[in-house]
């Protein structure tokens, strides 16, 4: 008969009664939705996540403001959430402490150059060359870097710093979990196509307002969502599709991103 | 040895492990359809890189390897490795600690959070990972925590955090921070001057904690401090004066080959409790017996063994029993009868007495310039203590009389010409006391 131990009786049975009761509010006391209907030919990879601490590679200064310190220098990024796959050229970063996707990293770029001194982190848009008067030096190999604000700062019911609470695994793919003002919110990332394409869902409860979604000026066009209408940067979804949009970002299969194209809507 | 290694493996982990067993999971099903869940161990020729073992019980643990990921092991009684395979592949960015939480739920710290991590959808892999802790004093300004978890008693998760000053112009200190499941509060319950590197608490709240000190290079700090039992209010403020974690002994350098030792483990051998440090590039094992006098906790310290590979991590899987952990998998850390080694430091009214593992040479222990004790000062300076030595009739004690110096200094006794009965050479021939009181 083999030894039985009652969850009961381990030290820390507190935890899990605390964990209910005081913050699971998204956990596992609710099964994870179903996965998606994806609405092309898809082909998801499996992906590798992990956590890590990376040097702060953004430059917009909305998107900066979160990691702004008292001396006016930048924290760097901690614990970052590394998601990738070993069939897959690209390393996609997403944040806790802003609650959003950070950038897409080119596995196969040469490093970024450090910026030159007096340049500063102004830089108008992630993926673009530096200039200088010295030249222009290498292109940045993050495909994709947040600028702006919290991306659904704009929706309704948004307020205040995000707060994270924690993710998910859904068939492997990481769900995080995070709220804003009275929205609670969960966002999924994964790589799909083959590694041709990122796909971001997001999901809003309470969203009474719909959801109003920020992507990166330079990629406005590229990005295709599920549902909702773009205006500019900015993509609309009515409070009945709040339950779930999926955006794709088209990540180049080689040689470096495209240039931007006629921005679309939908 | 099975000619079945396959089929062995599996039915040693369904037959053996509660981890599985369905009476112990949360809406499990109905009796009737019942199903034992279990992890089908398949042959696994990869070494586990293990930075830390908490244990579920006497056979099996959680283990979280050099990249952050959580695993389980199985073992016989005797501590062999039957098999092991991963619960998350997700690669946390975790400090080498990791506590059990209730369901098999499993508690992690990065510098920056406290996780834990649970098996949600019960196919017996980490699927949810909350953020219990991510918000402390003068976290932006680069305070992070530095040890833990370890889940205490009364079901507080307790971490330490780097130095911080509550209140504008306080000196900076290290403090042990218990969070509170129930309320999500978060109390400081010590106070250190020095940061905490990492730490144990026995069931009855002793806590062992090491402390950092870059700048000493002859030893290492390890504080004993009582944490006293939350009241009846577990929030209310910490008692005041907060317990302070003093360095209470020092673990001289020339015990750990100059290693720096990994954070302290509870054990209990021979009815007595004592800590264990492990020492990963040296490999050596460091035993210390905490006791206490005058208010005061001190205690000796002495080598215990050495590993067969580099152990970077201990944990007691059951009473007596200690599995270690490194970049070449488990080793079972059990005291080898066949060293002959000292196994013990007592003080007594007139001297000390020495416990060996076998009979001593009674011939040649009994000589002159066998044994040399001297008392180190803890505030400097050092003398030579004169001494008698008498063998007890077994051979294994040898009771050292004569005048020992007053609290505040360590003793260091050598026994430099004493063979075993069969002429065996020993382990180390040095142990050290931390004398604070009579």
Same mark, same amino acid.
């Given at each position: 008969?083999?030894?039985?131990v009652?969850?009961?009786s381990?030290?820390g049975?507190?935890v899990?009664?605390?964990?209910?009761?005081?913050g699971m509010m998204n956990a596992q006391?609710?099964?994870?939705p179903?996965t998606?209907?994806?609405?092309?030919?898809?082909?998801p990879l499996?992906?590798?996540?992990?956590?890590r601490?990376?040097?702060n590679?953004l430059n917009?200064?909305e998107?900066?403001?979160p990691?702004?310190?008292a001396?006016?220098s930048?924290a760097?990024?901690h614990?970052?959430?590394?998601?990738?796959?070993?069939?897959?050229?690209?390393a996609v970063f997403?944040?806790?402490?802003?609650?959003r996707?950070?950038g897409?990293l080119?596995?196969?770029?040469?490093p970024?150059?450090p910026l030159?001194?007096?340049t500063?982190?102004?830089?108008?848009t992630?993926?673009?060359?530096?200039?200088?008067?010295?030249g222009?030096?290498?292109p940045?190999?993050?495909?994709?870097?947040?600028?702006?604000?919290f991306p659904l700062?704009?929706?309704v019911?948004?307020s205040g710093?995000?707060?994270?609470?924690?993710?998910?695994?859904?068939?492997?793919v990481p769900?995080?979990l995070y709220?804003?003002?009275s929205?609670?919110i969960?966002?999924r990332?994964?790589?799909?196509d083959?590694?041709?394409v990122l796909?971001?869902r997001f999901?809003?409860?309470?969203?009474?307002?719909?959801?109003?979604?920020?992507v990166?000026e330079?990629?406005?066009?590229?990005?295709t969502?599920?549902?909702?209408?773009w205006k500019g940067?900015v993509?609309?979804?009515p409070?009945?599709s709040?339950?779930?949009?999926?955006l794709?970002?088209?990540?180049p299969?080689?040689?470096?991103?495209?240039?931007?194209s006629?921005?679309?809507t939908? | 040895?099975s000619?079945h290694p396959?089929i062995?493996?599996v039915?040693g982990f369904?037959?053996?492990?509660p981890?599985?067993?369905?009476?112990?999971?949360?809406a499990?099903p109905?009796?009737?359809?019942?199903?034992?869940?279990?992890?089908?161990?398949?042959?696994n020729e990869q070494?586990?890189?293990v930075r830390a073992i908490t244990p579920?019980?006497?056979s099996?643990?959680?283990f979280l390897?050099?990249?952050?990921q959580?695993?389980?092991a199985?073992f016989s009684p005797?501590?062999?490795?039957?098999?092991? &395979?991963?619960y998350s592949?997700?690669?946390l960015?975790?400090?080498p600690s990791?506590?059990?939480g209730?369901?098999?739920?499993v508690?992690?710290?990065s510098?920056f959070?406290l996780t834990?991590?649970f098996?949600?959808?019960q196919d017996?892999?980490?699927d949810?990972?909350?953020a219990l802790v991510?918000?402390?004093t003068?976290r932006e300004k680069?305070v992070?925590i530095t040890?833990g978890p370890?889940a205490?008693p009364h079901?507080?998760?307790l971490f330490a955090l780097?130095?911080?000053a509550?209140e504008a112009?306080?000196p900076?200190?290290a403090?042990?921070?218990a969070?509170l499941?129930?309320?999500?509060a978060?109390?400081p319950?010590?106070?250190s &001057?020095l @940061?905490i590197?990492?730490f144990?608490?026995?069931?009855d709240?002793?806590?062992?904690?090491?402390?950092?000190m870059p &700048?000493?290079t002859d030893?290492?700090?390890?504080s004993?401090?009582e944490l006293p039992a939350?009241?009846?209010d577990?929030e209310?403020?910490?008692?005041?004066p907060?317990?302070?974690?003093l360095?209470s002994l020092?673990?001289?350098?020339?015990?750990?080959?100059?290693?720096? @030792?990994?954070?302290p483990v509870f054990f209990?051998?021979g009815?007595?409790s004592?800590?264990?440090?492990?020492?990963p590039v040296s490999?050596?094992?460091?035993?210390?017996?905490p &006791?206490?006098a005058g208010?005061?906790w001190?205690?000796?310290?002495?080598?215990r063994?050495?590993s067969?590979k580099?152990?970077?991590?201990?944990?007691e899987?059951s009473?007596?029993?200690l599995?270690?952990?490194?970049d070449?998998?488990?080793v079972?850390?059990g005291?080898?009868?066949?060293?002959f080694?000292i196994?013990?430091?007592?003080l007594?009214?007139q001297?000390?007495?020495?416990?060996f593992?076998?009979?001593v040479d009674?011939?040649?222990a009994l000589? @002159?310039?066998?044994?040399?004790?001297?008392?180190?000062?803890?505030?400097?300076?050092?003398e030579?203590v004169a001494?008698?030595?008498?063998?007890e009739?077994d051979?294994?004690?040898?009771v050292?009389?004569?005048?020992?110096p007053?609290?505040?200094?360590?003793?260091?006794?050598v026994c430099q010409?004493?063979p075993s009965?069969?002429?065996?050479?020993?382990?180390?021939?040095?142990v050290f006391y931390?004398?604070?009181?009579?």
């Amino acid at each position: 008969m083999p030894t039985v131990v009652h969850p009961t009786s381990l030290p820390g049975f507190l935890v899990f009664l605390g964990a209910c009761g005081a913050g699971m509010m998204n956990a596992q006391v609710t099964p994870p939705p179903p996965t998606p209907a994806l609405v092309v030919s898809s082909v998801p990879l499996r992906l590798d996540l992990s956590r890590r601490d990376l040097r702060n590679f953004l430059n917009d200064k909305e998107a900066l403001a979160p990691y702004q310190l008292a001396d006016g220098s930048v924290a760097d990024l901690h614990d970052v959430f590394a998601i990738g796959s070993v069939s897959a050229r690209w390393a996609v970063f997403w944040d806790a402490r802003s609650c959003r996707l950070l950038g897409i990293l080119d596995l196969e770029a040469p490093p970024e150059s450090p910026l030159p001194a007096g340049t500063g982190r102004e830089e108008k848009t992630g993926s673009a060359a530096v200039e200088t008067d010295k030249g222009p030096v290498v292109p940045s190999p993050y495909l994709f870097k947040a600028t702006g604000p919290f991306p659904l700062a704009k929706s309704v019911g948004a307020s205040g710093d995000p707060r994270y609470f924690g993710f998910r695994l859904v068939k492997n793919v990481p769900e995080f979990l995070y709220t804003s003002g009275s929205l609670s919110i969960e966002e999924r990332l994964w790589l799909d196509d083959g590694g041709k394409v990122l796909r971001q869902r997001f999901a809003a409860r309470d969203a009474s307002g719909g959801m109003l979604i920020s992507v990166p000026e330079d990629w406005q066009g590229r990005v295709t969502a599920s549902v909702g209408t773009w205006k500019g940067a900015v993509l609309a979804v009515p409070k009945e599709s709040a339950a779930e949009v999926i955006l794709s970002y088209p990540l180049p299969a080689a040689s470096r991103a495209a240039e931007p194209s006629t921005p679309e809507t939908n | 040895m099975s000619e079945h290694p396959f089929i062995s493996l599996v039915l040693g982990f369904v037959l053996g492990s509660p981890l599985f067993a369905a009476e112990t999971i949360p809406a499990a099903p109905a009796p009737g359809s019942r199903e034992r869940r279990y992890i089908e161990i398949t042959p696994n020729e990869q070494v586990p890189t293990v930075r830390a073992i908490t244990p579920i019980d006497g056979s099996n643990v959680f283990f979280l390897n050099h990249r952050g990921q959580v695993g389980v092991a199985k073992f016989s009684p005797g501590l062999s490795q039957i098999g092991w &395979e991963f619960y998350s592949e997700v690669k946390l960015n975790a400090l080498p600690s990791l506590a059990l939480g209730p369901g098999y739920s499993v508690l992690t710290a990065s510098p920056f959070e406290l996780t834990q991590g649970f098996d949600t959808d019960q196919d017996v892999e980490l699927d949810f990972f909350q953020a219990l802790v991510r918000e402390w004093t003068d976290r932006e300004k680069g305070v992070v925590i530095t040890a833990g978890p370890v889940a205490d008693p009364h079901g507080r998760v307790l971490f330490a955090l780097s130095p911080h000053a509550l209140e504008a112009g306080d000196p900076p200190k290290a403090r042990l921070m218990a969070w509170l499941p129930a309320s999500g509060a978060l109390l400081p319950v010590t106070e250190s &001057e020095l @940061p905490i590197e990492g730490f144990a608490l026995r069931r009855d709240g002793l806590l062992a904690a090491r402390l950092s000190m870059p &700048e000493y290079t002859d030893g290492y700090f390890l504080s004993l401090t009582e944490l006293p039992a939350p009241g009846a209010d577990p929030e209310a403020a910490a008692p005041s004066p907060m317990p302070f974690t003093l360095p209470s002994l020092i673990i001289p350098a020339e015990l750990t080959a100059r290693d720096r @030792p990994d954070q302290p483990v509870f054990f209990e051998d021979g009815g007595r409790s004592k800590i264990l440090l492990v020492c990963p590039v040296s490999r050596h094992l460091v035993e210390i017996v905490p &006791e206490k006098a005058g208010g005061l906790w001190q205690g000796s310290i002495l080598l215990r063994g050495r590993s067969t590979k580099p152990v970077h991590t201990a944990t007691e899987v059951s009473p007596g029993s200690l599995l270690g952990g490194g970049d070449e998998g488990f080793v079972p850390l059990g005291d080898d009868p066949d060293t002959f080694r000292i196994t013990s430091l007592s003080l007594i009214d007139q001297g000390l007495t020495l416990g060996f593992s076998q009979p001593v040479d009674r011939r040649e222990a009994l000589k @002159p310039g066998s044994f040399s004790v001297k008392a180190i000062a803890l505030g400097g300076g050092e003398e030579t203590v004169a001494i008698r030595p008498a063998i007890e009739s077994d051979g294994k004690y040898l009771v050292l009389r004569g005048e020992l110096p007053p609290p505040g200094s360590v003793l260091r006794i050598v026994c430099q010409k004493v063979p075993s009965e069969k002429g065996a050479k020993l382990l180390n021939d040095s142990v050290f006391y931390t004398l604070h009181a009579r």
